[in-house]
């Protein structure tokens, strides 16, 4: 497929003039002056670029398939701001018009955790999540909305840094991953254990808190993935979504992140909150809320609760 890339250019980040603060030793100031970047600077430039582009390449010839209806099966219109996404006329989702077929294949260790995401290989990404705040704010997420609902499932659980944080605080936890080289990993270097397959079609056993953290824009079913977590989930349980959300009104879509969400290798669905709601009553699970502010966005955050014990009180 080449029609997305071309598409996908408006995304990409112009050439930056790069502001170099110079000292005046005589008056004691600093004063800054766009500089061009130096030959150094260009050929790590002309590198990464060379890596990004053969990167692509590999993945382009995945097989994909092709997709012209949304998830609730709506129509889908064009999208201007890359045509390689379409816009679904019922619940307003972006929708990947070919996405790649062998999902095991590209969330493969070596592919997905050592290229997709060389700049934070799996190795490197606890650490990612402890510096950035995005591990924090799970755990604050899980102790105010879960309470005492201990039994915890992680669906895409790598690099497994959540439920090894979860199980040294004494809850129950189960991950899962697609990959079997990855589950290895997580569970040799967090102790936890995990169940090897790809979600929806996993056998697992039943929870009382079940988190997915940037996962369902990756599944190509989000109505049987949201109708498995309702399965899953015992009565008053509850599940913490957090995927793209197109929630700001912005124009592209997601603004400056648009060209990380709009990923036509990755992403499948950007939702909206009128698709999670959908998803939502789809699968019997209320909405607990969709004010939750992310750590970052492009990370938004739905949480829904399992009906039929109101002895569990929500969050
Ligand atoms: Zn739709």
Same mark, same amino acid.
């Given at each position: #497929? ?31 002056? *766009? ?38 099966? &709506? ?34 260790? %070596? ?34 909305? &879960? ?9 895409? =659980? ?31 270097? =967090? ?15 039943? =929870? ?23 399965? *899953? ?10 995927? %793209? ?30 698709? #999670? ?16 502010? %992310? ?21």
């Amino acid at each position: #497929m080449s029609s997305g890339y071309r598409a996908g250019q408006y995304f990409k980040k112009k050439l930056r003039w790069l502001p170099a603060p110079c000292f005046n030793a005589a008056r004691g100031t600093y004063r800054f002056f *766009l500089r061009i970047p130096g030959p150094g600077e260009c050929l790590g430039r002309m590198r990464r670029g060379i890596a990004q582009w053969r990167l692509r390449r590999m993945l382009s010839r995945i097989p994909r398939v092709a997709r012209d209806r949304c998830w609730c099966g &709506g129509e889908l219109l064009p999208f201007r701001w890359h045509e390689g996404f379409g816009r679904c006329a019922k619940c307003g989702s972006y929708v990947n018009r070919q996405p790649i077929r062998d999902l095991k294949r590209l969330y493969s260790s %070596p592919l997905y955790w050592h290229r997709v995401q060389e700049h934070a290989a799996i190795e490197s990404r606890a650490d990612l999540y402890r510096k950035d705040g995005r591990l924090e704010r799970w755990l604050e997420l899980v102790r105010r909305f &879960g309470q005492d609902r201990r039994r915890v499932i992680e669906v895409g =659980c790598a690099p497994g840094v959540l439920l090894a944080e979860l199980q040294a605080r004494g809850y129950h936890c189960l991950g899962v991953e697609p990959d079997e080289a990855t589950a290895k990993w997580i569970h040799e270097s =967090c102790g936890v254990e995990i169940v090897q397959g790809l979600f929806p079609d996993v056998a697992l056993p039943g =929870c009382e808190m079940l988190l997915a953290l940037d996962v369902l824009e990756h599944s190509a079913e989000p109505e049987a993935f949201m109708v498995r977590i309702a399965q *899953l989930l015992e009565p008053g349980g509850i599940a913490i979504i957090q995927c %793209p959300i197109d929630r700001y009104r912005l124009d592209p879509p997601m603004g400056e992140e648009a060209a990380l969400a709009f990923n036509e290798f990755e992403h499948l669905f950007i939702f909206t909150d009128a698709a #999670m709601r959908e998803l939502g009553r789809r699968a019997g699970l209320e909405v607990v809320t969709l004010d939750e502010k %992310p750590w970052h966005m492009r990370h938004e955050l739905c949480i829904y609760r399992k009906p039929g014990d109101e002895g569990l009180e929500q969050g």
